[in-house]
């Protein structure tokens, strides 16, 4: 298993941050590699809603399904994340700090393939730099654009 934790503060107040979260259309502009988040199952933030997440990662296109499974509104979320060679577990917690958002990510997944199983530990520092980018993106993007990163 690979954990890791990593956290931002960001300068809106926790409604706008769950706002931006919940909001399928804003993934695609933080998350690496992402081409289309498609909601399957139930609206984004209820205990059971089901999204797949397309990635094209060079040149070649993989699938993921997220699957919320615990939901304390407005502070945690728990998500399974699972595709062919991966599963993950990620959790996400909003705590208000006087007007701004800390927003703390807990990632904890496997190798579902043998190659995987072996390479994850190793590429445990490449992870938590990605994460920590996208995460930075999300914080410049609900700073800047509020709950809908479509706005200009």
């Known amino acids: 298993m690979t954990d890791f934790e990593i ?3 960001i300068n809106q107040p926790v409604d ?3 706002a931006a979260l919940m909001n399928p259309d804003n993934f695609v502009h933080w998350t ?3 081409e289309k988040f498609e ?3 139930r609206k984004p933030g209820e205990v ?3 999204a797949k997440l397309y990635y094209v990662q060079k040149g070649k296109m993989y699938i993921m399904e997220d699957k919320l499974i615990y939901c304390e509104p407005g502070k945690k979320y728990i998500s399974e994340v699972t595709g062919d060679a991966l599963s993950a577990r990620v959790e996400t917690t909003l705590n208000s700090i006087g007007g701004k958002t800390e927003m703390r990510l807990q990632w904890s997944g496997k190798g579902k393939i043998f190659l995987l199983k072996l390479l994850l ?3 445990k520092g490449k992870m938590i730099k990605q994460a920590k980018k996208e995460l930075e993106t999300f914080k ?3 700073e800047s654009r509020g709950s809908d990163f479509n706005k200009k």
Do not use: A, F, Q
Request: no cysteine; glycine share 4%; proline share 5%.
């Open 39 to 41: 909601v399957v199952k």
């Open 140 to 142: 410049h993007l609900v």
């Open 32 to 34: 690496t590699d992402l």
């Open 48 to 50: 059971g809603s089901i």
């Open 16 to 18: 706008i941050v769950v």
């Open 7 to 9: 956290s931002t503060v």
């Open 121 to 123: 530990p190793m590429l």
